[in-house]
């Protein structure tokens, strides 16, 4: 937790505003809720309070525009099925593919394409106020596009995705031995590309699949440029901007070891300052493939204002 | 961990107790499970076995009393959904409202002064045998409760709660950043009260809420007094008490930071020594407010004997 | 998480193999997934993808054999709603009853007598191609059944388990006040048992049970012999099988208290180094005997390929 700093100069920072002004409303007479209590101090659990009612009314969904972005080992495809769940809830979703991933394949691009893609994507299009979700590596791609694009963009959403701090790659954020490993797989690939072993990918990416499901997704997985996985990033931008962020876990998420040191949450999250927490079932990959709804809906929390 | 020795102490406690007796009956013949197997030393699973039966009744409901105590930005409103959810699964609900909050106003309110209003409710009404829950700052105040009227009292609830160790206030359970801003704040107020920043409140205390839910529920949050959350509290009493203990953990709360050094659980619930452990989905507020029912459930599994 | 090298030796191992081969075939041509995009460099949601139609298929159930190991204060009967429930989903199952315990009760067992057990009863019926499933205790024990049967098993599955390190006892899992409470009550009986107080055994083992169905497992819950919860154990053999490995922790297990450090997840899971998570709902006894189905499922999932 050595952003706490971060998180608690979020608060301040908005605090500061708001003790600034003449005070909050929250004490004026006509917001002052009023019971009328079967007891001196007590309350009536019967009487309806001026709150209660209002739990009918939060399921009505406010439509929204999402840039997804994808991680590792994936593609633009990796969406398809939230996509559709969501534009099926009534959103508006793009999905970008990235340079060096799926119909733009390369072995040797850089964390500097990916983003550059993504960047003219969105200004090409004219995108704005919308919420951009980056998911696993994905997520070093939207700190960095949100320093090039942060006036476009009204929440960063990171789901089970890593978050550098300013001056780390990626791959810091993994354990020392995990690192070296991925370090011998990228030499020994010849092309400085990652393959994983499929039982290494089965049990850690998409553990809650099926066999089958696991062996399809492991199928499409073409080998990723590595690269873009240990360059160091410059996100001193990214830590001064002030776009709300929220973080979305999978509980079942198993790609870095879970527990305060390397878990997605909440050792990468911690990273963000102060940032809504979401959290649902499922793991790396499966959820997107199996349960499409569902991972709308989580988005949908972790995206609303 | 701190408190293992406490939790330990717990068992010890029992442990003499029992082994005081003359043994245990568990060796009984007639408690031995007479199974019929369909290998020398296997076990058929197709026979019944003596405890499966009992699942069935796993959910008659056991009427109990409980007294329910909210905590800070809250008066005794937050629970009239929980509680109504209750009342209605055959249980007795009292929910008093304590010194310096909802209908008793004040921003110099002390602990002490919040401490007697809740004895004295349970005095004058003559309340005994019921379960005393305590929500977030609540949870201080049950410590205090059970000091003075330890007797009457068959289980304390603590639902996402504070729980200081002896002469440590509610504060101290706070990452060191976050006293400091809640200090700046309270002196910014002008009389010594908290008026959280809304993005701080949405986030941190109803990150699952829509945002209309969320701005209802803050809209009705009064600045909340100061100095009974940085007062140090004697708690050595509380501490040499023998009342049953659980803790709720609603696993979304991120008002501490999730883990376990700032976490409700384990962290602040650890500090029980012995307790049951509920878990459940939520938030900080929000599920009080949108899920009572649930709620209702999960305190009654908290609260049972 | 001191064996994460153990944990990366197994991704190397298999790294090394398969980057020895000729290749990975996730580039080929055929293999690359074909999207009509909307956009140029974007996705098409609306576009169905050679992945989503998978989904459907993850439900059909792959016959497998279970072999299913009890923990302390327990015996085979344990299992018999989740081996009924799992017969019922068209597996096979075993339940061996081992020395010391249920048909075979005897105070003064060693750990070596309980492994044998086991190892007769699959030799005796010539089980192979069978998944392992240790509860609690019974992760030392199949720990120790791998060793001299490695070949007859497909994965080793720790539910709840205790996993020693090589040298250790399952006493050492747990935190020093309570291994000496252990002792204590070991020495108090007079035998070398450890008979629970039923309030540490209700709070810790079956917290989210109601009181009745609580009382009837510890009734039928014989003393334990403490020597093999105390004996160092050998493991060196087992920390260089080879055998698939997956850990399922249902949550609200708190018989180790909960957290980094003696949580079942992640610290007694991380001993495994590369396993799979399953993660659900419930206690360390009371899912067995309440939501058997729902157990059977979550072992499925652990335990397929």
Known sequence: MKTTSAWVGAIVGTAILISGTTGCTQSDDKNTVKIKSQNQNGVSYTNANTISGLAANTNKEDPLTFVLVHGSWADANFWSNTAAELKKQGHTVYVPEYAGHGTLYNPSVKHEDIVKSV????????????????????GTVIQKVAEQVPDRINRLVFFDAF?????????????????????????????????????????????????????????????????PLVQKLDLKK??????????????????????????????????????RLILGEGDHMTTAYEQPGYLAQKLYQAARK
Do not use: C, W
């Open 119 to 138: 960047v003219d994507y969105i200004t090409s299009k004219k995108l704005k106020n919308f919420v951009l979700v980056g998911h696993s590596f994905g």
């Open 238 to 275: 990214f830590y001064g901007l002030n776009i709300p962020k929220s973080y979305l876990f999978l509980t079942s998420d198993t790609v870095t070891p879970q527990g305060d040191k390397y878990g997605f949450h909440p050792a990468q999250s911690s990273h963000l300052g102060q940032f």
């Open 163 to 227: 978050v550098p701090l300013d001056g780390q790659s990626l791959s810091d954020q993994l354990p020392p031995e995990l690192q070296k490993v991925f370090g011998q797989l990228a030499e020994a690939s010849g092309n400085g590309t990652i393959t994983m072993p499929f039982t290494f990918f089965r049990e850690g990416f998409v553990n809650t699949a099926s066999e089958s499901l696991a062996k399809s997704i492991y199928k499409n997985a073409k080998p990723e440029p590595a690269t």
